[in-house]
T-cell receptor, first 110, second 115 residues
Framework: DAKTTQPNSMESNEEEPVHLPCNHS???????IHWYRQLPSQGPEYVIH???SNVNNRMASLAIAEDRKSSTLILHRATLRDAAVYYC???????????FGPGTRLSVLP | DAGVIQSPRHEVTEMGQEVTLRCKPI?????LFWYRQTMMRGLELLIY????????DSGMPEDRFSAKMPNASFSTLKIQPSEPRDSAVYFC?????????????FGSGTRLTVV
C-alpha cells in the first residue's frame, strides 16, 4: 500500500471548520483515498472515501487535489465529539488490508 | 445489525496463560481482519481471512499467536503462552468484497493486559 503523510496533531475551536491534510505523492491510478477516525476507547470508524472527485456525506467532505497527490478531509463544524485520531489510507482495487499510519490527533476546544 | 462484536472487552491474565479473543463479524461480510494497537506501534494488521480461509498471516508476531475462522460468523485469536509484551488492544474488523465502497467495520476491541 502507498504511504501517506499527515500532521501529528491539530487543534480546532468548536463550531469552526477543520481541514485535515494528507499527502500521498506516490498514489497510483487505482488507489482509493479512505479516511477513518478513532474516537477514544473505540475502534476506527469509516468517515469517507474517494477516487478523483470531491465527495460529501453527512459526516464530512473530501477534497482531492487534481493531481491526486494530496487530499483534505473537511469537517464543516467541529464539535467536541469530533475529537479523535484521523487516519488517511490508500487502498487499491485489489488490496484487502489497510495499512494505518499514526494519523492526526484532532483536539477540539470549547 | 449489531456491528462487529468482540469479546471479552477486557482481559487480564498472567504471563504464560492461554488467551482467546473472539469476534463475530457482520452477517454477510466475507472478509475478516485482526489488528493490534499499541502506543508504540499503532495499528498493525495481524491476519485476515476471506470466506473463512486465512489469506495473509504475515503480521502475526510469532508462533505463540494463532487465528481461526471455523465459520462465517465466528473467529478466534489465541495467544499461548501469553507474555507481558502482548498487552495491547486487539481489534477485529469485517468487510464486503469490493469494500472500496463500503469500507471496514471495526469492533470495539479487546483490551488485553498480561501481568
Amino acid at each position: 500500500d502507498a504511504k501517506t503523510t499527515q500532521p501529528n496533531s491539530m487543534e480546532s475551536n468548536e463550531e469552526e471548520p477543520v481541514h485535515l491534510p494528507c499527502n500521498h505523492s506516490t498514489i497510483s491510478g487505482t488507489d482509493y483515498i479512505h479516511w477513518y477516525r478513532q474516537l477514544p476507547s473505540q475502534g476506527p470508524e469509516y468517515v469517507i472515501h474517494g477516487l478523483t472527485s470531491n465527495v460529501n456525506n453527512r459526516m464530512a467532505s473530501l477534497a482531492i487535489a487534481e493531481d491526486r497527490k494530496s487530499s483534505t478531509l473537511i469537517l464543516h463544524r467541529a464539535t467536541l465529539r469530533d475529537a479523535a485520531v484521523y487516519y488517511c489510507i490508500l487502498r487499491d482495487d485489489y488490496g484487502q488490508n489497510f495499512v494505518f499510519g499514526p494519523g492526526t490527533r484532532l483536539s477540539v476546544l470549547p | 445489525d449489531a456491528g462487529v462484536i468482540q469479546s471479552p472487552r477486557h482481559e487480564v491474565t498472567e504471563m504464560g496463560q492461554e488467551v482467546t479473543l473472539r469476534c463475530k463479524p457482520i452477517s454477510g461480510h466475507d472478509y475478516l481482519f485482526w489488528y493490534r494497537q499499541t502506543m508504540m506501534r499503532g495499528l498493525e494488521l495481524l491476519i485476515y481471512f476471506n470466506n473463512n480461509v486465512p489469506i495473509d498471516d504475515s503480521g502475526m508476531p510469532e508462533d505463540r499467536f494463532s487465528a481461526k475462522m471455523p465459520n462465517a460468523s465466528f473467529s478466534t485469536l489465541k495467544i499461548q503462552p501469553s507474555e507481558p509484551r502482548d498487552s495491547a488492544v486487539y481489534f477485529c474488523a469485517s468487510s464486503l468484497k469490493g469494500d472500496r465502497f463500503y469500507g471496514y467495520t471495526f469492533g470495539s476491541g479487546t483490551r488485553l493486559t498480561v501481568v
